[in-house]
């Protein structure tokens, strides 16, 4: 019984590590080799480096247009993520806790949006973009991206919102304070937690967002990581090692991230896949 | 909207707002009142939707009409052509095609791994936490990231897959992955369960984690084996997880844009193509706007029809059941 138990504990410990193999390889796979020279990449592709050379990351780290980019990938997530909780937390409140004709077909219109994929308002949003001259220019992925943060946001904070019983609101009104103080001073900070989680998800949509930085910064002093990372390979496309070394660091902010907000980013994903 | 429906049941029942019933001689002031605040709180994420989520698709739709460069005058109106010339576009239907593919092998491999691995981790398994960590962190990073990784690990001639094709026999896989086109989309496929198990993973860990235990214990006190535990107990009681998973992987493939356009730009001779990339080639490097909007209609088309049939008759039967209830942690 023992040994049966111990065996099948080791099996799938097995099938446990296996899986780990396919997840880690090509991450570990990526560290090592931004410490060889690319001569040395095709020679011993799978050893340790011979001579653990750090001029690949230390070069990229002293190049001012990493950071530039780590920078602008930063002031852009948080720009977006302040527009779309803000928004999102104003009308979820309106959604949530006024009784309006019409509430429910404002509230569908918004969730509908959860099934407009970004692609196909990303050719008329480049000419919009154009026409009000707002390419090369941070807000023309800010405003966007927050627009597309709403739908979601919204399905979530409004379920919070509606958790929240009115008893309070009842007293608060009685004690003499109006809608807007009342959301502003007491239910914005009961909401913290949801507030939290939304802000995680935010940030890490826009910081991984391509298709409309790709669009609207011609100007390299705009670029964000995602967008340099495919400048940077594009440019050094021969120096394998130099280009995994840079996606190397360029991976650092969001796993670093993740480890910080782990539970509000797994728990945020999971409840908005399941509300949506 | 079937999308909506899963709070509106709960609502009715709480619907006893803090708007207190006015006296007759007050409604209307009362009703103004509350429409002009209600109007305050709503109109900023209102404006931020229509401008910049219906308004561009609406502009699609119309552009779709026309044959345009996108710059100069809009004026060469030709009705249907567009949509007539894209269904006989061969770049086309292959998109389609490809997009199938993907989510095709998405439903029969990607979500099945991906279960596999939460029942896994759903044992009790010491550093079970971390492997489920581990697991994840793909889904963190870009598909830009992502698609530069496996661009230099499939790369011809110097890439880790050719040393390990080499070494395990496989010598007809060397050089070839990501630039052979018999290979391309299965090697595509390796990287999108790569990134995306773990998302499935961690939303079947919560499925599972709402199953009582109880259950499980009075099938196996029935004499129910393990196999017959889970296909009799907790695959139905996952059911709605699982109907969620296959919707976002189905929209997850059919929008599919930046992985492909950083590995393969929808090469080697348009065989890895999708429809998000034929359309940023048509309106971004061949300055065929018109055509490029039409391309963007259909995509938009296909979502739409795909999400309202598939909340109609396959999410409709979950909304008493865990999804609604808020499932998540």
Request: hydrophobic share 55%; net charge positive; charged share 10%.
């Amino acid at each position: 019984m023992n040994a049966r138990r111990t065996a099948r504990g080791l099996s799938l410990h097995a099938v446990v590590w296996l899986i780990g193999a396919f997840v880690v390889v090509p991450l570990v796979y990526a560290v090592i080799s931004g410490f060889k020279s690319t001569g040395e990449l095709t020679t011993n592709p799978f050893g340790l480096p011979e001579h653990w050379k750090t001029g690949n990351y230390t070069g990229i780290l002293g190049d001012g247009m990493f950071w530039r980019q780590i920078a602008n990938s930063a002031g852009i997530a948080i720009g977006t993520t302040c527009c779309t909780v803000a928004a999102s937390a104003m009308a979820a409140f309106a959604l949530a806790r006024y009784a309006f004709r019409g509430r429910e077909l404002f509230y569908t219109l918004f969730t509908i949006g959860l099934m407009f994929p970004f692609a196909v308002a990303v050719l008329p949003l480049f000419l919009l973009l154009r026409n009000v001259d707002l390419l090369d220019n941070p807000l023309g992925v800010i405003l966007p991206q927050a627009a597309f943060g709403l739908p979601m946001t919204i399905i979530i904070l409004r379920g919070f919102f509606r958790t929240i019983p009115a008893e309070i609101e009842e007293a608060a009104v009685m004690d003499g304070c109006g809608k807007f103080r009342f959301f502003w001073k007491i239910l914005l900070p009961m909401a913290r937690p949801a507030l939290g989680t939304v802000s995680v998800l935010a940030i890490v949509a826009s910081w991984n967002n391509f298709f409309l930085p790709l669009l609207v910064f011609n100007d390299p002093k705009w670029q964000t990581i995602p967008v340099g990372v495919q400048q940077f390979q594009g440019q050094y496309s021969t120096d394998y090692a130099l280009v995994l070394a840079y996606i190397v660091l360029a991976m650092v902010p969001a796993l670093a991230f993740y480890a910080v907000a782990e539970r509000q980013l797994i728990g945020g994903l999971t409840a908005g896949a399941t509300k949506g | 909207m079937p999308s909506s429906v899963s709070t509106l049941t709960e609502e009715r029942t709480q619907d006893a707002l803090p708007v207190a019933p006015p006296a007759p001689a007050r409604s209307l002031l009362r009703g103004l009142r509350s429409w002009a605040s209600v109007a305050w709180f709503l109109v900023p994420a209102l404006v931020l939707f229509l401008v910049f989520v219906l308004a561009p698709i609406a502009v699609a739709v119309y552009t779709g009409f026309f044959k345009w460069s996108g710059t100069g005058p809009m004026d060469d109106f030709v009705g249907i052509e567009n949509y007539t010339k894209l269904f006989d576009d061969q770049v086309f239907l292959g998109d389609l095609g490809h997009g199938l593919y993907l989510i095709t092998l998405s439903i029969t491999v990607q979500l099945p791994f991906a279960l596999f691995t939460a029942v896994l981790l759903n044992q009790r398994l010491r550093g079970r936490a971390v492997y489920r960590m581990l697991f994840f962190a793909p889904y963190i990073l870009s598909e830009v990231v992502t698609a530069v990784l496996f661009t230099m690990i499939f790369l011809p001639g110097a890439g880790m897959a050719d040393h390990l094709a080499g070494a395990l026999g496989l010598e007809g896989l060397r050089g070839k992955w990501l630039s052979d086109p018999s290979t391309v989309m299965p090697t595509l496929f390796v990287v999108m369960t790569w990134k995306y198990f773990g998302f499935h993973m961690m939303l079947f860990l919560a499925g599972l984690q709402s199953i009582p235990g109880e259950l499980l214990e009075a099938a196996s006190i029935d004499g129910a084996g393990v196999w017959q535990r889970f296909r009799h107990v907790t695959l139905p009681l996952l059911g709605p997880t699982i109907r969620i998973s296959v919707f976002l992987s189905v929209i997850g493939a059919i929008q599919l844009f930046d992985l492909v356009w950083v590995m393969t730009a929808g090469g080697p001779n348009h065989s890895s193509e999708t429809m998000a990339i034929s359309m940023f080639q048509f309106g971004f490097k061949r300055y065929q706007v018109g055509y490029a909007s039409a391309i963007s209609v259909v995509l938009f088309m296909i979502s739409l029809v795909f999400s309202l049939f598939y909340q109609r008759y396959a999410l409709r039967r979950d909304l008493s059941g865990a999804v609604t209830s808020g499932g998540g942690r």
